[in-house]
């Protein structure tokens, strides 16, 4: 729903683009006037090559800003899309209330035994209410590449083997699962990347404790940035006794989730909240999302004041150039508006090859480009990819058109109300 | 110097081309400005002299893991510590859980470590005698207009209370001011409470201390105190380390996000950019002044002094909008600071900004004037004259 409201400006920004097109089409086709602007257009765009140099410029200038913005619009989007995939709307996850994420709830041992008997919650095939108690930790580990007092933190999840049932998406890819009760850890994707020695086979230490390094899984999401282990063990880790921090469940059915919510937030044994994973991460994620998107869009603004007056200044210039020779197409009776619109045509063409090849270079450096974060909400570095989606190249090339437009319409009016006779006298 | 005015007139030839050149050069250094303050904020966090001195001292195992308070004593007596303090993060909030406010609950003698930050004695006093007082930076409190006395109710994302309420009422008696502007941002947006009153309240906490700061009586044994702090716990379930508060946040920032490539590779951009631009602009200058230049060889300029007047030009060109967009920098973003209130760490443009902007505006005027000075200097006087 935000969604689309968010998305609705655009595409009614798209739509009036186009049927701006159309018409413009239309009317170059069937009226006199119109053909005159075609002419002139064709004259302008020909010449473009003696004009190279200067033509560079607003190209350049444009791909620069498209290049930057969808770049910064692309990490946003990667990482709007790695939390938000983590979280559907048929698991729901229970904390204790008032606690801003997973890391800072603590749900005790009577709490963890009374939620999986809430109504609503799906079973397996043996009948047991598919909820997994899960105790959300950081650990320690030494940065790949760093030296060896180089430290980060990687989230550390306890897990039991409920934990799969709720989450089909996470598949061991190398090695085996832990096994029970022992001090073992499988590594995510992301975080193998991102932390020295979490190859299966290797010990790690966490804080005096060695553990082995048993397996990585996968799942495609945030998970892929965490280490998990049994939860017993990582419990007593870290002395947390029987408490956990949240339990995430399943539900029997997505429609459900209003009746679990009330149960379980009425109950007066229990002070928790109770959020869909696919809110849960979506909130998480919204802070950091708004702030990447900021400065995209601040530092694509400062460029774009630099290239929209790189582009004045080339078509000033080219209207000088061609002064003589637009002030003779008005001598031969063109009127004013075939040359506005021509002198626009050209550097909103111009703009539009900017914004491509921008969209472009951003797509060919970036897209699929690991990054990582201290992701608000968990306490381990978050891995994500730069995503450069077709609607972020669409955004680009709005953006070059809106500067080609504003950068070609003063000189396009400059070009219209030269006087004829000075202008032929010039020169 | 002399022929400044010749090339002043020369490079205001062209006004309207000269000035859209100009404020692309601004927009340009005006970026540079803000992204080098950014880096360099993130750079300086938590490089002071007094930083220096001190010892951060957590859990090993994770920064969320917290210590027993009992090893305050025992660190206290480590040959070369000063003195020590001990925190705990609070989670609190204010009003509405998104309004995150950095809240400590601290030891008594917590703000004896942080020489850099000032408050009052009387109100030093009254933080001392009130148990559920609560000091806050200058730049939080007129945030939140609070004045000392307030009663303020905070929600804690972390630690409710015995009764499980998330909400906690705190007495505003005092106010912090960081003495150093630059490097202390970060103490006025901060919240402390009294980690007596805290440990007391919440169920959750039972005694202990997520982190203690110590000063060191000489810097250069800050490695060997901070080797000496961690064998306290050598073996325990609760191993320590201890890194330099510089150390420390250096590795924070690096893991929040790695600034420098970011910056680099949208300087690349900007500045190829405007070495394209400026330098289409500077051939146009020389191009159309042929004819002028050819008289000044006449009347006994030598080639190299024209060509020296063109790269000054192209030179003057840079500085004069880089100058101006580095000062427009400095008013935006000294705007941002008060806005965000140092929030982001983005330090405020100093004299290492300056110079590497003025370094850049050189570097940057010579590229771009190179190709129109080498064909001025080879000018050849009668074919320009005559137009050829």
Redesign the interface.
């Known amino acids: 729903m935000l969604n689309q409201l968010k998305d609705s400006p655009m595409l009614q920004f798209s739509a009036v683009l186009l049927l701006l097109v159309v018409l413009l089409a239309l009317w170059m086709l069937l009226s006199r006037q119109g053909r005159q602007a075609a002419s002139v257009t064709a004259v302008g765009v020909s010449t473009l090559r003696q004009r190279l ?2 033509s ?2 607003v190209v ?2 444009i791909a ?1 800003v498209v ?2 913005l969808v ?1 910064l619009l692309a990490m946003s989007e990667g990482y709007r899309e790695t939390l938000s995939k983590t979280g559907s709307a048929d698991t729901a996850i229970v904390m ?6 997973e ?2 709830s ?1 749900l005790d041992r009577a709490s963890v035994t009374l939620i999986p008997e809430a109504a609503g919650i799906a079973q397996d095939a043996k009948g047991r209410p598919i909820a997994s108690p899960e105790l959300v ?4 580990l030494p940065i790949k590449g760093g030296s060896a ?5 990687v989230q ?1 999840r306890g897990v039991g083997e409920q934990a799969w049932a709720v989450r089909p998406q996470v598949k061991i890819i190398a090695g085996r699962t832990f096994t029970p009760g022992m001090r073992e850890l499988i590594a995510g994707k992301g975080a193998t990347k991102q932390f020295a020695g979490l190859e299966p086979g290797h010990q790690i230490r ?3 404790q060695l553990w082995t390094v048993v397996g990585v899984f996968a799942s495609g999401d945030a998970l892929d940035s965490e280490i998990w282990g049994d939860a017993g063990v990582v419990a007593d ?3 947390r006794g029987g408490s956990r921090a949240s339990v995430t469940v399943r539900l029997s059915d997505p429609q459900k989730f209003e009746a679990f919510k009330t149960a379980l937030e009425s109950n007066p044994q229990l ?1 928790v909240d109770v959020d869909t994973t696919i809110d849960y991460f979506s909130k998480q994620s919204e ?1 950091t999302t708004q702030t990447i998107r900021a400065i995209g869009i601040t ?1 694509g603004l ?2 774009a ?3 929209l ?2 582009a ?3 078509m ?2 080219a209207v000088a150039s061609r002064a003589r020779e637009i002030a003779t197409l008005r001598a031969i009776g063109f009127r004013g508006l075939p040359v506005v619109v021509a002198v626009m045509l050209e550097t909103m063409l111009l703009a539009l090859l900017g914004g491509v090849l921008g969209g472009l270079l951003a797509w060919l450096l970036f897209n699929g480009y690991s ?4 992701a608000a909400g968990t ?1 381990g ?1 978050l891995s994500f990819e730069l995503k450069v989606t077709v609607k972020l190249l669409w955004v680009g090339v709005l953006w070059a058109l809106t500067i080609g437009f504003i950068g070609g319409l003063f000189p396009a009016l400059r070009a219209a109300r030269l006087p004829v006779t000075t202008a032929l006298r010039e020169l | 110097m002399k022929y400044l005015h010749l090339i002043w007139a020369a490079l205001f030839r062209r006004k309207t081309r000269t000035i859209l050149t100009l404020v692309s050069i601004i927009a340009a250094f005006l970026l540079f400005g803000m992204l080098d303050a950014v880096r360099t904020g993130f750079d300086d966090a938590g490089k002071s002299a007094i930083g220096a001195q001190r010892l951060q001292t957590g859990s090993k195992l994770s920064f969320i893991q917290t210590l027993p308070q009992a090893l305050d004593a025992q660190i206290a007596q480590v040959p070369g510590v000063k003195s020590v303090g001990y925190a705990n993060w609070f989670g609190g909030a204010y009003q509405d859980p998104h309004n995150q406010v950095f809240s400590f609950a601290v030891s008594d003698n917590y703000l004896d470590q942080y020489p850099e930050i000032d408050v009052s004695p009387d109100e030093h006093k009254a933080f001392d005698n009130t148990r559920t007082g609560a000091l806050v930076g200058e730049q939080l409190a007129a945030k939140y207009h609070w004045k000392v006395g307030d009663k303020i109710p905070m929600q804690s994302t972390i630690f409710p209370q015995q009764d499980g309420s998330k909400n906690w009422t705190f007495d505003i008696v005092g106010i912090l001011h960081s003495k150093d502007k630059k490097a202390g941002g970060f103490f006025d947006q901060m919240f402390l409470l009294h980690w007596k009153y805290f440990d007391d309240s919440t169920p959750y906490n039972r005694g202990t201390v997520g982190w203690y700061v110590s000063r060191v009586t000489d810097v250069n044994q800050a490695d060997r105190v901070a080797k000496a702090i961690d064998a306290l716990s050598n073996n325990s379930d609760h191993e320590t380390r201890t890194q330099t508060e510089a150390a420390a946040t250096a590795s924070w920032m690096k893991q929040l996000a790695d600034v420098g490539l970011i910056v680099s590779s949208i300087m690349g951009a900007v500045f190829f950019t405007l070495l394209l631009l400026a330098g289409n602009t500077m051939m146009q200058a020389v191009r159309e002044r042929t004819s002028e230049l050819a008289v000044l060889k006449t009347i006994g300029f030598s080639s190299h002094a024209v060509m020296a007047m063109v790269l000054a030009e192209s030179v003057l060109l840079l500085l004069l909008g880089g100058v101006l967009g580095l000062l427009l920098a400095v008013v935006v973003i000294g705007g941002f600071r008060a806005a965000t209130g140092g929030g982001i760490p983005m330090a405020p443009v100093g004299a290492d900004i300056w110079v590497h902007g003025l370094l850049l505006m050189l570097v940057v005027g010579l590229l771009v004037g190179a190709l129109p000075a080498l064909r001025a200097m080879r000018l050849n006087i009668v074919d320009a004259l005559a137009g050829r």
């Open positions: 140099g200067m560079a410029v350049v200038g620069g290049g930057v770049a204790r209330g008032a606690s801003a994420s890391v800072m603590v930790v950081a650990a320690n007092d180089d430290e980060g933190s550390l966490l804080g005096s880790t870290y002395r002070k802070g530092v400062i460029m004041i630099g290239a007056f790189g004045l200044n080339t000033f210039a990054a990582s974060t201290l306490v570095k």
